[in-house]
T-cell receptor
Framework: KAGVTQTPRYLIKTRGQQVTLSCSPI?????VSWYQQTPGQGLQFLFE???????NKGNFPGRFSGRQFSNSRSEMNVSTLELGDSALYLC????????????FGPGTRLTVL | KNEVEQSPQNLTAQEGEFITINCSYS?????LHWLQQHPGGGIVSLFM???GKKKHGRLIATINIQEKHSSLHITASHPRDSAVYIC??????????FGTGTSLTVIP
């Protein structure tokens, strides 16, 4: 079974631009969660989608948004990029929400110049 | 204020040593996870705990719900165990708070 895939793996943008990251979960998994990892703040929860609905949201500004499609693939979007958005963005999938093991993708490393 | 505290932040051990990483949390949780992150970013889930103790190979994880504390032990450590170990507590759904991680280096 293929693991969680994320595209692109690396991305360079400039301040003010917007970016869309993609995550394809393991086949059969219906929950996708997104996380941001920075050297200063560590790992932080962004949001979780389950069956195309946002279930939980972390403490991030509205510039960070996401969605999930009927095939469980998920995208996250960051608008009006700031230097501080430079980070490793990880997604993780699980069968359901709340009680299952999560499987992480390799991450997308975003650099904002 | 951090909801999840890990110690130590950095740890260097000789191959074969017994290693313990501690995690304390201050919020109500439904489960606690131990994660391993290798250089390059890939994260692997090692354990998911809601009570008691779990063992997988040379790794043992314990949790004390009353004391809000968990430990990850590595027996007979090996250089391939070198990684960052992260404690994560599940609040609701798949919403987590994370510790800052323990960077482990095992020297041959």
């Amino acid at each position: 079974k293929a693991g969680v895939t994320q595209t692109p793996r690396y991305l360079i943008k400039t301040r003010g631009q917007q970016v869309t990251l993609s995550c394809s979960p393991i086949s059969g998994h219906r929950s996708v969660s997104w996380y941001q990892q920075t050297p200063g703040q560590g790992l932080q929860f962004l949001f979780e989608y389950f069956s195309e609905t946002q279930r939980n949201k972390g403490n991030f500004p509205g510039r960070f948004s996401g969605r999930q499609f009927s095939n469980s693939r998920s995208e996250m979007n960051v608008s009006t990029l700031e230097l501080g958005d430079s980070a490793l963005y990880l997604c993780a999938s699980s069968l359901g929400t709340g009680s299952n093991e999560q499987f992480f993708g390799p991450g997308t490393r975003l650099t904002v110049l | 204020k951090n909801e999840v505290e890990q110690s130590p932040q950095n740890l260097t051990a000789q191959e074969g040593e017994f290693i313990t990483i501690n995690c304390s949390y201050s919020v109500g949780i439904s489960a606690l996870h131990w994660l391993q992150q290798h250089p390059g970013g890939g994260i692997v889930s090692l354990f998911m705990l809601s009570s008691g103790k779990k063992k997988h190979g040379r790794l043992i994880a314990t949790i004390n719900i009353q004391e809000k504390h968990s430990s990850l032990h590595i027996t007979a450590s090996h250089p391939r165990d070198s990684a960052v170990y992260i404690c994560a507590v599940r609040i609701t759904g798949n919403q987590f708070y994370f510790g800052t991680g323990t960077s482990l280096t095992v020297i041959p």
